[in-house]
């Protein structure tokens, strides 16, 4: 059985609070390291209220974001250094990372036109598509780093093609 986990940010309590240091959709520079911080305070607390009894329970955990999130989008995106995100990783979960990271890989562009028809922009969304760019880069660097755990996903393809991708590779990951 598998427990499907949020990441903090969605999950009930953060989502009812304000985002704070904020000048419109994007951090104020000066506080951008002090978001990393609340951050992984968010990510300790939904680890050990949520992620490890699920795990000792013996359940799957599936999360929609981890840790690579924040190495992408505060390390690429907001320029974070990799070294204050590595740290405050070592800090807050030394010894859990994800056993399987599918990287859902589309060109910011091409994101920006689903995302819009979608749902609308929220904070992230707003942003520029240079920050989309670093991101993307950022991802598909931890992806090169962590092969042995990030299966990377063209996602810019049908629907049908990306979830036929997925469960061809879960099938191959789950039969080893």
Request: glycine share 4%; charged share 25%.
């Amino acid at each position: 059985m598998a427990a499907m986990i949020p990441t903090p940010n969605n999950a009930e309590k953060s989502d009812r609070r304000p985002f704070p240091f904020t000048a419109g959709p994007r951090p104020l520079p000066a506080w951008r390291p002090l978001l990393a911080l609340l951050l992984f305070a968010a990510r300790a607390q939904h680890i050990e209220a949520v992620v490890e009894p699920a795990l000792a329970a013996g359940r799957w955990v599936l999360c929609d974001r981890f840790t690579d999130a924040t190495f992408a989008y505060q390390g690429g995106g907001r320029g974070i250094a990799d070294d204050d995100i590595a740290a405050l990783e070592r800090w807050v979960h030394p010894h859990l990372q994800p056993d399987l990271t599918l990287l859902f890989d589309l060109p910011p562009e091409i994101a920006a036109a689903r995302v819009g028809r979608a749902r609308g922009n929220d904070r992230f969304e707003a942003e520029q598509s240079q920050f989309f760019a670093r991101v993307r880069l950022a991802y598909l660097a931890r992806a090169r780093r962590f092969a042995q755990r990030f299966i990377v996903i063209d996602a810019a393809a049908d629907a049908d093609v990306v979830r036929a991708r997925v469960q061809q590779e879960l099938q191959r990951w789950l039969s080893i």
